[in-house]
């Protein structure tokens, strides 16, 4: 209770975005953003698939949630959902090394949901669905798998499963 309250208002959450790239000097800046930008860039206008080689794109996921059925909370919204996304992304980072965002929908239409992370596809190369209350979950995990080209895991579905079977 009161530890945890302490050190997600100590850190104002838990994760942060860091650059990958120390940037140390004007030299090093105007590699990563423009002018030395447009190489990677006129890469990937060449062969879209270069964006797998060039950006983060490969190891990026989107903890997405609408805040529907979080934990044993219920349906406690968006904005509550936060800390529990943020834990997530920590656990891909600390176990996997994988850089995870949270994204914590307002909204919980179903084909709101589906059309918001396919439009966020391009960026990411991997979505885990998080307390998203069902039947909807079922439908958009189904969906995404269908419409996009980057993997799904429903973690609620997924993630039970494959602890029930490791025992």
């Not at 990026?60 to 219920?74: C, E, K, N, P, Y």
């Not at 600390?94 to 966020?120: H, M, N, R, Y």
């Amino acid at each position: 209770g009161d530890e945890a309250l302490e050190l997600h208002r100590r850190y104002r959450g838990a994760i942060e975005i860091q650059s990958k790239i120390p940037v140390k000097d004007e030299h090093t800046l105007l590699i990563i953003s423009n002018p030395g930008v447009a190489a990677p860039v006129e890469e990937i206008v060449k062969d879209p698939l270069k964006v797998w080689e060039y950006t983060t794109k490969g190891n990026l996921v989107a903890v997405v949630t609408d805040g529907s059925a979080v934990l044993g909370l219920g349906n406690i919204g968006p904005e509550a959902a936060l800390p529990v996304m943020e834990g997530k992304c920590v656990l891909f980072k600390t176990f996997a090394g994988i850089e995870a965002i949270p994204i914590c929908l307002g909204t919980q239409d179903t084909e709101e949901i589906i059309s918001l992370v396919k439009a966020l596809e391009p960026s990411l190369g991997g979505v885990n669905l998080e307390d998203i209350a069902a039947p909807r979950c079922f439908e958009i995990e189904r969906r995404l798998r269908l419409e996009t080209d980057i993997p799904v895991f429903h973690d609620d579905q997924h993630g039970t499963a494959v602890v029930v079977l490791a025992g």
